[in-house]
């Protein structure tokens, strides 16, 4: 698993896994099938009774906690009734590292830790109140996020859905353009979500078309000759050499699809010298009308108000 192998590369030292049937012990070292509850040696030789509670992860890792250590250090993590065990629907890499903000020595180290587990962990640490967890959790989300939007921008929308960060999912959505329709039909999870996905990504589609017609549907030059400018743009030199490679150029990179429509300095302006005065204006104005497109697409969180 990829991310049992990152935290292990985090943390030097190794996770457990489903098959070694052992618990993973904080705040002390228990063996699986011990007692869930023992005792010391106290200040003038009392006993002190330690409690343990062990938490089960969604894959099957057992996490025994002291009760103190939980009455002291988390808000809605005690069970209601005197369970011994309680199971919990996060997956051990979120409770790794979660429960490691319990103990007394020093936190872990988020600095290399991304949304892939960073947003499963922020949500864990806010629902049980985990309160120092919680708080380095969300400076490091500040940290990562302009990365992690364009090297994952899956992982950061799963957050957002999770937690409804509706200001974060607008922010994530259009790096989510020219990503597998099926991976992002798995992170938006829900129909309504996917339908929402389907009315954004037809906006796109629209600009889209306006961008790949408009240079055999709009007159933009003002450039004077006996040339019909409607079928053909530029000069006699564009007009007689065929030579209107940039216009070629950009139209083949609007062939990619809308993921063209996210990077408009690569699309329109890396590519090549243009053959005269007139091509660049034209293009100039091409581009204007295709940012313009673009800048009119409304928010994903506007579609959503738009369909209640």
């Keep these: 698993d990829k991310l049992h192998h990152l935290l292990n590369a985090v943390y030097k030292e190794p996770l457990q896994t489903s098959e070694s049937n052992t618990n993973t012990s904080f705040g002390m070292v228990t063996v699986a099938g011990e007692s869930e509850s023992t005792s010391e040696s106290g200040v ?3 006993v002190i009774d330690e409690t343990f509670i ?5 894959d099957g890792i ?12 988390t808000k809605n993590l005690l069970p209601s009734q005197h369970d011994q065990q309680v199971q919990l629907p996060e997956p051990s890499t979120t409770l790794e ?22 947003g499963p962990l922020s949500l864990a640490a806010d629902s049980y109140g985990v309160y120092p967890a919680a708080q380095v959790c969300r ?22 859905l999770d937690s409804q960060d509706w200001e974060l999912m607008d922010k994530t959505v259009p790096f989510l353009i020219g ?11 829900t129909t309504t979500m996917i339908l929402l996905w389907l009315a954004y990504i037809e906006k796109w589609d629209k600009v889209l078309q306006i961008a ?48 063209s429509l996210r990077n408009l300095d690569d699309t329109f302006g890396t590519l090549g010298h243009f053959c005269c005065n007139t091509e660049r204006d034209d ?19 506007s579609l959503s108000n738009s369909s209640d």
Aim: hydrophobic share 35%; aromatic share 10%; glycine share 6%.
């Design 212 to 259: 790949l017609s408009f240079p055999e549907h709009r007159k933009v030059s003002n450039y004077k000759s006996q040339y019909d400018k409607t079928t053909w743009r530029g000069c006699n030199g564009c007009k007689s050499s065929m030579s209107d490679t940039t216009t070629l150029r950009i139209m083949r990179k609007l062939g990619n699809g809308i993921r």
């Design 62 to 73: 057992a996490f025994p906690l002291r009760e103190e250590i939980i009455r002291a250090w």
């Design 54 to 58: 062990r938490f089960l992860s969604s």
């Design 97 to 118: 590292v979660l429960f490691r903000f319990l103990q007394t020595s020093a936190h872990p180290d988020l600095e290399s830790i991304d949304f892939r587990i960073l």
């Design 283 to 301: 293009i100039a104005a091409w581009r204007a009308e295709v940012e313009s497109g673009i800048q009119g697409i409304p928010s994903f969180s």
């Design 179 to 189: 990503e597998s329709s099926v991976e992002v039909a798995e992170v938006m999870k």
């Design 139 to 160: 400076i490091r989300r500040e940290q990562a996020l302009d990365y992690d939007l364009v090297n994952r921008p899956r992982a950061v929308m799963s957050y957002a």
């Design 44 to 46: 003038g030789g009392g």
